[in-house]
């Protein structure tokens, strides 16, 4: 027999947890690894033992909209009392769109419109399964209870159970003494229980009072009331507290962040923390996403540090850091940018910075304005300037800001020939008072390079010819070289600059260890001459510097950077390119590079007494990428003096992962001729499914001593894991100081700690590894 009900909305999700009798709903979908298919399986990580496969589509009803389907029920026997109530026995099934209910006996109330079920009850919906013993609902209201529930959230993977769980009102449920956890059945590891939850599905979020957070069955958190996302929209609330070792003796901090939901398109996040020796610290979030881009505002504030006191009696304890960064697309080719760091002293980044987005610098940028880009032309406007926060930072060695910067580069297409100008305009200022000679010099800078060349290409090789003038003006105010000081100072170079690039393409078939691949040589010969003025010790320096040789410099026709130098040069460049691509995909498995400048005068032209050589050949300078696996590179970048036979300068790095980032390695070691010398090991090395060492060593070998290390432990399961790690590292002072770092995770309730992030900074591809194991 089948009875069809009009008016019965039933949508239901929970968290709990009570036993009861017979299989909960977690275990009746719960699979072994073993018995999940293949394709289930192998998504899952090692360390889980099992997951929860649901029925496939057929067996459970597609899901619908439930305020205007029927309700269809039906049982092997029926006995009717007309007007008055339908009993059904055995098989018994209800169903309503996408969610259904089975047991041994269904009773439907007439009068009261009132339906009750019991025995074994099992219940289906989109995305969610629960059992019981007992079960009512409303017809004319669209309420629902279940009494000694369980259930189960597939796509969290979250399960529990609960006295009792009832419907009240659409889309909203309440859950009476329940617990939830994402932990396999059986396994307790952890569990959140509450005295009651209630989870609002129209909205997004839930509320729960008397809530405990259980590792093993024993209590470890206790909080009166909490509000939480059941979805991915964002809810006001607070996040979970974070704790750990501070810098400050042996002392620890505290913090307990909170979120604030304000609207769509803006929100923040408040954590106040108490750091043991310095005091109350509190960080500020703020996000803003408007029609043209986002914007980020961070804030941190101690009103007194006391350690800052003891070790600087002198100064003021109040600390604070600001960090502003803004992005924006205008469309039609024009984006705007800025970014602004300040801090209230040069120690408040190492002490206290925790959630700034501020890396440990000798300078904070502060930058800002708007660029244009289309297929031919850039242009960009912008203010730039800089906060020092290292204190062996000299008073001359402080960059300048720019006040503004203009920039523009076009070209053109004249058929055989190409045509293109960089221009640059830029005021700089410095606050040089206490500064003397041209040190203390402002100013605006005008330079303009206009470009003409004749591009030759074909599939076997090319030829550049170019010919560039290079022009610079000057319009300097306190000006002061030589004794002669001059408020208003006026100084113009013209070099003019002629290139020859050029090279040819090889390639031929061969094969190594029965793997078939494509072998280039590509032979290239660059020339440069630039008639540089040999003195240009009165221009000042305000953004150039000597730049550090390496295979690229090879193709440099300018051996400084910025516009203050421009150096003289007549010179040949020789190099060689051979790769290897592997025929069976693509990929290119190796490519060596050398190459060597040979000088035809001196160069005379300096910055600060350097950049002056007579030496007529530069040393080789070589690089080689090796990729025989898809998961292991290994580069290395030389500098070799033939006439030495010593090796001026090396970086090695061999990094290795396995496919699934379980296994990690990095080998590297760095070189420079009588300045450093340092090599470093790391890797996350897996002990079991579970269990992983995580470790790096970083030794000077010129002090022969350590200069960094970082070693613990990582233990995952299915529902949660944890990082422990210890770590040395270098102060701004060149003292070796030592720090705890942790971090914990509890599957579909995020975490807290910040170990993750900081091994990602010492382990290369750490950071992949954890978006592949637990996908953040």
């Given amino acids: 027999m089948r009875l069809w009900l009009t008016r019965c ?30 394709a289930v399986r192998n998504r899952l990580p090692r360390f889980c033992e099992g997951g929860y496969l649901p029925p496939p589509a057929s067996a459970a009803v597609a899901s619908g909209s439930l305020a205007e389907a029927p309700i269809h ?30 047991g041994d006996q269904a009773r439907y109330d007439a009068v009261s419109g009132e339906v009750s079920l019991n025995g074994g009850l099992v219940s289906r919906g989109d995305g969610f399964l629960l059992t019981g013993d007992e079960a009512r609902y409303d017809t004319a209201s669209g309420q629902f209870r279940l009494n000694t529930a369980s259930f189960l959230l597939h796509q969290a993977d979250m399960r529990g159970t609960a006295a009792s769980l009832s419907r009240v009102a659409d889309q909203q449920v309440v859950i009476d003494e329940g617990t939830l956890t994402t932990c396999a059945p059986g396994r307790n590891d952890w569990a959140i229980v509450a005295s009651q939850i209630h989870l609002d599905r129209n909205e997004g979020f839930g509320t729960a009072r008397h809530l405990r957070l259980e590792v093993m069955d024993v209590p470890v958190f206790y909080w009166p009331w909490a509000s939480f996302p059941i979805d991915d929209r964002r809810k006001s609330g607070f996040l979970y507290p ?12 505290l913090a307990l962040p909170y979120y604030f939901n304000l609207a769509p398109h803006y929100d923040a996040t408040l954590t106040p923390q108490y750091i043991h020796g310095r005091g109350l610290f509190t960080e500020l979030e703020g996000r803003y ?116 910067e203009l920039l523009y580069g076009g070209r053109a297409d004249l058929g055989l020939a190409a045509a293109s100008v960089e221009a640059q305009y830029t005021h700089f200022y410095r606050d040089n008072d ?76 061969t094969e190594l260890f029965e793997v078939p691949y494509n072998q280039t040589l590509e032979p290239r010969l660059y020339y440069a001459w630039a008639d540089a003025d040999d003195d240009q010790d009165e221009i000042p320096d305000f953004d150039s510097s000597l730049r550090s040789f390496s295979f690229d410099e090879l193709f440099r026709r300018n051996r400084f950077s910025g516009g203050d130098r421009v150096g003289d040069a007549n010179r040949l460049t020789l190099a060689v390119t051979s790769r290897f691509y592997d025929l069976n995909d693509g990929a290119e498995r190796a490519r060596f590079s050398l190459g060597q400048v040979y000088h035809y005068r001196d160069r005379r032209v300096t910055l600060d007494g350097e950049g002056a050589e007579s030496r007529g050949e530069s040393p080789l300078a070589g690089e080689a990428v090796l990729r025989p696996l898809a998961n292991l590179d290994l580069r290395t970048s030389l500098l070799w003096d033939p006439r030495l036979r010593e090796t001026e300068e090396s970086r090695s790095q061999l990094v290795f992962h396995s496919g699934d980032y379980r296994y990690l390695a990095s080998l590297g070691h760095t070189y420079s001729r009588d300045r450093f010398e340092q090599a470093d ?64 995770q509890l599957k579909g309730l995020g975490g807290t700690g910040g170990a993750s992030s900081r091994i990602a900074d010492a382990i290369y591809g750490f950071d992949e590894r954890q978006r592949r194991r637990y996908g953040h």
């Avoid at 060593?697 to 070693?711: F, N």
């Fill in 242 to 253: 974070e704790f750990g070792t501070s810098n400050t003796g042996t002392g620890g901090y």
């Fill in 289 to 404: 996403l408007g029609p043209y881009g986002e914007s980020v505002l961070q804030l941190g504030y101690i009103g007194q540090d006391s350690d800052y006191d003891r070790e600087y009696p002198g100064k003021d304890g109040e600390r604070w850091a600001l960090d502003f960064s803004t992005g924006a697309s205008f469309g039609g080719g024009w984006t705007g940018y800025g970014d602004y760091s300040v801090v209230s002293d040069n120690d408040y980044l190492s002490d206290l910075n925790r959630s700034l987005d501020i890396s440990q610098a000798t300078h904070l940028r502060r930058r800002g304005g708007v660029s244009y880009r289309d297929s031919n032309q850039l242009f960009e406007a912008y203010l730039n300037g800089y906060q020092t926060i290292a204190d062996y930072i000299a008073e001359p060695d402080k960059p300048y800001a720019q006040l503004p």
């Fill in 681 to 744: 090991i790391g890797g996350v090395v897996p002990v079991t499914d579970q269990l992983s060492l995580i470790g790096r060593w970083v030794y000077d070998s010129q002090l022969d001593r350590t200069a960094g290390s970082l070693a613990g432990i990582e233990y995952s399961s299915c529902c949660w894991s944890v990082q422990v790690v210890h770590q040395n590292y270098l102060t701004t002072d060149e003292k070796l100081d030592s720090r705890m770092l942790f971090q914990i």
């Fill in 434 to 509: 206490l500064l003397s000679g041209l040190d203390r010099a402002n100013g605006q800078r005008l330079r303009l390079q206009p470009r003409l060349a004749l591009p030759m290409r074909a599939i076997w090789g090319y030829a550049e010819p170019s010919a560039t003038l290079d022009y610079t003006h000057y319009e300097l105010v306190d000006y002061d070289f030589g004794g002669r000081i001059d408020d208003s100072r006026q100084i113009d170079r013209t070099v003019p600059v002629l290139e020859w690039d050029s090279g040819l393409y090889f390639d031929r078939r």
């Fill in 9 to 38: 909305s039933l949508a239901l999700a929970g968290h709990a947890a009570l036993a009861q009798a017979g299989p909960t709903a977690a275990e009746l979908d719960w699979r072994p690894r073993e018995a999940l298919p293949a």
């Fill in 73 to 102: 029920a039906s049982g092997l026997n029926a006995r009717y009392e007309i007007d008055r109530s339908l009993f059904l026995e055995g098989d018994v099934s209800v169903r309503q769109g996408g969610f259904s209910m089975q």
